[in-house]
């Protein structure tokens, strides 16, 4: 029998976090709440959690520092944020620094819980071994087993949703995926007609595994979305 996933929940309103440890508990998830950044820091020195629900605006530090200091030694753990501010820059700022999910407040108790239960669907399927690990296209090559992405025999470094966006590509080679598919395939659900981060995150990709190596792997198919196929040069 599978252990219950164990959620860190780090947010300052004690009523917002007594309702998601409510929810969580009765959903299954073992959870640990704390109501400041270096109350959970310290936590995280000696517990290993599955996914982390941080609040942007903590006291101590705040949540995105928190997801700064994580993503410097893990680059697994699925990391949500919660933010009261409707501002691009923090949800751009969070995901650029590695957290893989924003959520708005106020906010649907069940979005919630569906987001939660895609990134742990996630997490566990990117830690299980692939019988065909390799994904190839001309000189990109990704190792799905070690997460090793090498363009012309040279080693870059992804996020983790610049890997999965990758891979995606790459397992729908020559075919056109529009902003929508991308956006439920990579990141699990409806971004409600903000498919610009899509575009965001094909920017991220071309400056890591293109702009570098004079390649072109990725294509716009105007007023379709994108389509990977090898590069010509």
């Given at each position: 029998m599978e252990r219950e996933s164990h959620i860190l929940v780090v947010e300052d309103e004690h009523r917002i976090a007594r309702v998601l440890?409510?929810?969580?508990?009765?959903?299954?998830?073992?959870?640990?709440?704390?109501?400041?950044?270096?109350?959970?820091?310290?936590?995280l020195q000696s517990q290993s959690f599955d996914l982390l629900l941080l609040d942007v605006m903590l006291p101590g530090l705040s949540g995105i520092e928190l997801v700064r200091r994580v993503r410097?030694?893990?680059?697994?753990?699925?990391i949500i944020m919660l933010t009261a501010r409707d501002a691009t820059v923090d949800k751009v700022t969070g995901l650029d620094l590695g957290a893989n999910d924003y959520m708005t407040k106020?906010?649907?108790?069940?979005?919630?819980?569906?987001?939660?239960?895609?990134?742990?669907?996630?997490?566990?399927?990117?830690?299980?071994?692939?019988?065909?690990?390799?994904?190839?296209?001309g000189s990109l090559r990704v190792d799905t087993a070690s997460h090793e992405v090498h363009v012309k025999g040279n080693e870059v470094s992804l996020t983790n949703r610049e890997y999965t966006l990758l891979c995606c590509l790459l397992e729908h080679q020559h075919q056109v995926l529009s902003r929508e598919q991308?956006?439920?395939?990579?990141?699990?659900y409806d971004f409600y007609g903000e498919?610009?981060?899509?575009?965001?995150?094909?920017?991220?990709?071309?400056?890591?595994?293109?702009?570098?190596?004079?390649?072109?792997?990725?294509?716009?198919?105007?007023?379709?979305?994108?389509?990977?196929?090898?590069?010509?040069?």
């Open positions: 440890q409510l929810e969580l508990t009765h959903e299954g998830y073992t959870t640990t709440v704390f109501h400041n950044g270096f109350d959970a820091w310290e936590a410097s030694r893990d680059d697994s753990t699925p106020p906010f649907e108790i069940e979005e919630l819980l569906a987001r939660i239960r895609v990134s742990l669907r996630h997490a566990h399927l990117a830690a299980k071994p692939s019988s065909s690990s390799l994904l190839t296209a991308l956006l439920e395939r990579v990141w699990g498919t610009n981060i899509v575009d965001v995150y094909i920017r991220y990709l071309r400056n890591k595994i293109e702009k570098p190596f004079g390649s072109a792997f990725i294509h716009t198919v105007r007023g379709a979305g994108y389509m990977l196929k090898e590069s010509s040069s």
